[in-house]
């Protein structure tokens, strides 16, 4: 079954339609993915800029159906596991924590996280441009998804993706289903500055 999302996010402004047509909502159908769909949207956050080039972002995925599902699921906190068990895909987005200056020490990258922040929305928009919608989760337990998906030391899990096709708001059970809407945005002037802070 194909479901139109339900609101078409508009800007105002000539951005590419994609930023704000990218929503992210947790009802989802029970159509699956393949490996293949999933690789072209790690090959868009493969190209993600990052500090020196050091692509520190390392991504974790498993379809439905695979066991590397439920164990991502397990790790996520029980209101994200409600919804996004219905998912086509889990993605995992962890990265490296240090990296080798430019002196040759080693030390920590602190951008991995804005670098690891840029593949994930580079996979969103992927999605977003191939009828697929990605829900980006905050919500999980570090130690239990590090531990079920063996997280290599020195790495940090910033987020969970749930990938799918969109699903009618219907399928979700109370609760969720009046908060299946696009959200709104700060105006400008709240986030961008001219010449200062
Ligand atoms: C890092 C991050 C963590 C998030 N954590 C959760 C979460 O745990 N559960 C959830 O349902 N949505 C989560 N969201 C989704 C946000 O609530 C959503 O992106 C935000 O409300 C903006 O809506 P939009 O993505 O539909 O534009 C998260 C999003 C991001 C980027």
Known sequence: MTVQSPVARQSALPVDPVFP???????????TMTAEQMTVLLEAARWAPSAMNLQPWRMAWALRGETGFDAILSGLVPFNRGWAEKASALVVFA???EMTGMDGE????????FDTGAAWMSLALQAAKVGLYAHGMGGFDPKALAEAL????????????AVGYIGAPESLPEGLREREVPSDRLEMA???FHGSF
Do not use: C, F, M, Q
Not at 21 to 31: G, H, K, L, N, V
Not at 106 to 113: I, L, P, Q, S, Y
């Open 190 to 192: 709240e986030i961008a």
């Open 21 to 31: 047509a990218r929503w992210s909502p947790r009802a989802y159908t029970d159509a």
């Open 106 to 113: 080693t030390k920590t990258n602190v951008w991995a996280g």
């Open 150 to 161: 063996n997280l290599p030391a020195g790495h940090t899990i910033h987020a969970v993706a």
């Open 95 to 97: 990265s490296k924590d």
